[in-house]
């Protein structure tokens, strides 16, 4: 299936993000990243018990600011349980990693059963770390 195509569309709404310091060490700063996102299961459900295919198995958070194809993962996090409808306010917070200051465009993508994510550029936004 396409991964443009209505049904493989990303039902995000929005993200927020929320960065904070951990450790500082002679010119490298160590962040972690809070991810807050609403998602609509009504198009693409959550795995379950029941639902093993064509449904969301986890989330996953990307850095995207080299491109989608130079992507650095995050982290992830499983569906919430018993996720139907419009769910808001997912969060997930990230491990404390090292980040060059400056803009960088992070994104969240619905990762599907099989393997497949949602587009990346759905959902992502640019936070600045100093």
Do not use: W
Not at 25 to 51: G, L, W
Not at 87 to 112: C, E
């Amino acid at each position: 299936m396409n991964a443009h195509s209505p049904r493989r569309r990303l039902a995000f709404f929005g993200l927020s993000v929320v960065l904070s310091a951990a450790t500082i060490q002679t010119q490298e700063v160590k962040h972690s990243i809070t991810f807050t996102f609403d998602y609509d299961f009504s198009q693409n459900p959550a795995c379950s018990v029941k639902v093993k295919q064509a449904c969301v198995q986890q989330f996953v958070f990307y850095d995207i600011s080299q491109g989608v194809t130079k992507r650095i993962k995050l982290g992830s996090i499983t569906v919430p349980a018993g996720a139907t409808g419009l769910v808001k306010r997912i969060t997930a917070t990230s491990d404390s990693l090292l980040f060059n200051s400056g803009r960088h465009t992070i994104t969240v993508s619905a990762q599907m059963a099989d393997g497949s994510e949602s587009d990346l550029t759905q959902c992502a936004t640019t936070v600045r770390i100093p």
